[in-house]
């Protein structure tokens, strides 16, 4: 090779064509692998961790400078607001007067003006209101709730490490379901099910290694093989790893292939209250993209118009992926969980 000649940089497409490809049936099961003890053990470790009393609230930039935000966590009313200079504040959701919603107030040069009297609030402590503390971390927005969470405060919640600043496309997803936050983490803790039950996305899957009984945190991994599905027999391959940094957080990073060094982080945020009967919980799913390919700095201009595809594709695996988790909630609470 010519030294001024630039070092290969792979395939020219990440496509592969699959020349073995069996009917979704007739796919190798996974039930025996999946056993239930296995991933049990896997949420517990993760639950057993610590979160610092901090719980994500949507996406950072669903919060503007020009209107506050409305949120439920936990049971507790919140809101949260963007001052002047764009630094978040957060705060019980009802006015400290009268218990005006403070969702539907305004924002005026960065202070929050109640719409039913007039009461501001600059992000301080006034009139019995008192602030709580908040966190942007450039995709995600975190609050913490030291009443609700029953744990020791952190200053900073725990944000998995991610692809560099800039250099990644990123899009996040919320959606709802009738669960609690460890069946949303359990879901994620069974990479098992890819393939039977999203056939549509994955293909080939094979869990490559698990994570051995009392897993320390930095060994506390599972790690698979799996094919993007593309169209008919075309596929991505890739490889990736699932870890649970925190009690309602699950990351899937890839490894190895295609847009190794992408993360797709699963936030499970309780919107019930601890007991309640019929529980709901938030996934708030952030994906972040990245590519060496020279064409991706395209890609990160054209960020805008890519999100509403990235949401849509979350969309559809949690469609089946929210049955999954109520229908574990709703058979741990009859007593008939298997697991």
């Not at 049990?40 to 961790?49: P, W």
Request: aromatic share 6%; glycine share 10%; with cysteine.
């Amino acid at each position: 090779m010519s030294p001024d000649r630039p070092p290969r940089r792979g395939p020219a497409l990440p496509l592969r064509l699959r020349r073995n490809a069996v009917a979704w049936e007739r796919q190798r099961p996974t039930w025996r692998e999946a056993r239930p003890a296995l991933i049990a053990e896997a949420l517990q470790r993760a639950l057993a961790r610590p979160s610092g009393n901090w719980f994500v609230v949507g996406a950072a930039r669903d919060l503007g400078t020009g209107r506050p935000l409305g949120r439920t966590v936990a049971g507790t009313e919140i809101v949260l607001w963007r001052d002047a200079a764009g630094v978040p504040h957060a705060g019980p959701g009802a006015c400290p007067h009268l218990g005006a919603p403070l969702k539907d107030a305004a924002v005026r040069c960065g202070t929050l003006v109640c719409h039913w009297h007039g009461l501001a609030l600059d992000g301080g402590p006034t009139a019995g209101w008192s602030p709580w503390s908040v966190h942007d971390d450039g995709v995600l927005l975190w609050v913490r709730l030291d009443r609700a969470g029953g744990e020791q405060p952190t200053d900073l919640p725990v944000v998995p490490p991610r692809p560099g600043p800039g250099s990644a496309v990123d899009a996040v997803y919320t959606g709802v379901g009738a669960c609690e936050p460890q069946d949303v983490v359990a879901n994620r803790l069974d990479p098992w099910h890819g393939a039977w039950l999203h056939p549509y996305s994955f293909v080939d899957l094979r869990v490559l290694g698990t994570p051995p009984r009392g897993a320390a945190q930095d060994e506390d991994v599972l790690a698979v093989e799996v094919s993007f599905k593309v169209s008919g027999r075309l596929v991505v391959p890739v490889r990736a790893e699932f870890s649970a940094p925190e009690p309602r957080t699950v990351v899937m990073r890839i490894t190895d292939g295609e847009g190794a060094g992408s993360v797709v982080e699963t936030h499970a945020t309780p919107l019930t209250a601890a007991g309640a009967p019929r529980p709901r919980t938030a996934v708030v799913e952030a994906v972040l993209a990245v590519s060496d390919r020279r064409g991706f700095a395209v890609a990160r201009a054209l960020a805008p118009l890519l999100r509403p595809a990235m949401r849509a594709t979350a969309a559809r695996l949690w469609r089946d992926d929210l049955r999954y988790a109520e229908r574990r909630r709703e058979l741990r609470a009859s007593g008939r969980f298997p697991g």
